[in-house]
């Protein structure tokens, strides 16, 4: 497959930069993608939380808290990220929530959980099958008996990650910012229902005359895809009983047309 290396344009003049801090992807594209366009879309999602959070009884869980964009409207009682940059910038949003510093992996609540949330791709970002198979268990594990686990991915595409290889593709601007992305297909298993890939973000600096002035390079970002049925041979391995899978917030019937899938399942 291309090299990514290769495909960003060298512009002329302007200052390269290599973002090496691992977790700066998470902490300064993530809001910049969520301001980018498309992101309007993306506030669905806190309707749909929101209205889980209001029907049942506390203690509620965020995993992959992030900045607080959804739990400064449905403030849990725990907020779950590895990224203490994004711990810091959600405490500081949802006062009270209780923060926890530690992997999807092997995080230990306090006291289980009523029901945990996972929004905006995070079961995405866990690993391969085995790891996040592994993620699931210690969800369970953190969640009392016939509590629930809600969260939401992309439905894989497999004829458009292919033609997206490789191909730059511009989100947005937000003021003088600009965010790129390559996506770095590694594999399509169609029969087993899982594929990978590897994000690779650009921001530029642009000045008032649109001409680039910085370009910073990200660290790339893996992400694992899964068809509902794999998702669904999962979280049976894990211990879960599916509840309901929607293919969009407003509660749609998933479709093989749907862009996303979101699950609700119970201990
Ligand atoms: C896609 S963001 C979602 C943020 C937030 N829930 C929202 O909707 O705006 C995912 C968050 O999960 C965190 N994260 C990703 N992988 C993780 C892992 N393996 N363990 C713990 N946190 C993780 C990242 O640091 C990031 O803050």
């Known amino acids: 497959m291309t090299g990514v290396d290769q495909l960003w344009d060298v512009v002329d003049g302007a200052r390269w930069h290599v973002r090496d801090e691992p977790d700066a992807v998470r902490h300064e594209i993530l809001p910049l993608w969520n301001a980018t366009a498309g992101g309007g879309g993306q506030q669905a999602d806190v309707g749909f939380y929101l209205r889980l959070v209001a029907a049942t009884r506390r203690p509620v869980a965020e995993l992959g808290v992030g900045y607080g964009r959804v739990a400064r409207w ?38 289980p959980a009523r029901l945990s949330y996972a929004p905006q791709n995070l079961m995405s970002l866990l690993g391969p ?7 699931l268990s210690t969800m369970r ?19 458009r990650l292919h033609a997206q290889h490789g191909v730059r593709q511009v989100r947005g601007q937000v ?6 992305y390559v996506a770095e297909l590694l594999s399509v298993d169609a029969a087993a ?12 600096r642009v000045d008032a005359s649109g001409r680039v002035r910085t370009q910073i390079r990200y660290p790339p970002l893996p992400v694992h895809y899964f068809t509902p049925l794999r998702w669904s041979a999962l979280l049976a391995r894990a211990g879960w009983l599916v509840q309901d899978c929607w293919g969009g917030f407003g509660n749609e019937p998933l479709r093989t047309t749907s862009r996303q899938q979101v699950w609700l399942v119970r201990r």
Not at 83 to 108: E, F, I, K, N, Q
Not at 129 to 135: F, I, N, S, V
Not at 144 to 153: M, S
Not at 175 to 180: D, V
Request: proline share 5%.
């Open 74 to 111: 449905t403030r849990p009682d725990y907020g779950v990220d590895e990224s203490v940059r994004m711990l810091r910038r959600s405490s500081a949003r949802v006062p009270g929530m209780t923060v926890v510093a530690a992997r999807m992996h092997d995080y230990v609540l306090s006291e």
């Open 129 to 135: 099958a085995d790891e996040t198979l592994e993620a």
């Open 141 to 159: 594990r953190n969640t009392e008996p016939r509590g629930e686990l809600a969260f939401d991915v992309t439905m894989p595409d497999w004829d």
């Open 175 to 180: 003021g003088n910012l600009r965010l790129s």
């Open 193 to 204: 229902g899982q594929g990978a890939l590897r994000m690779h973000h650009l921001v530029e």
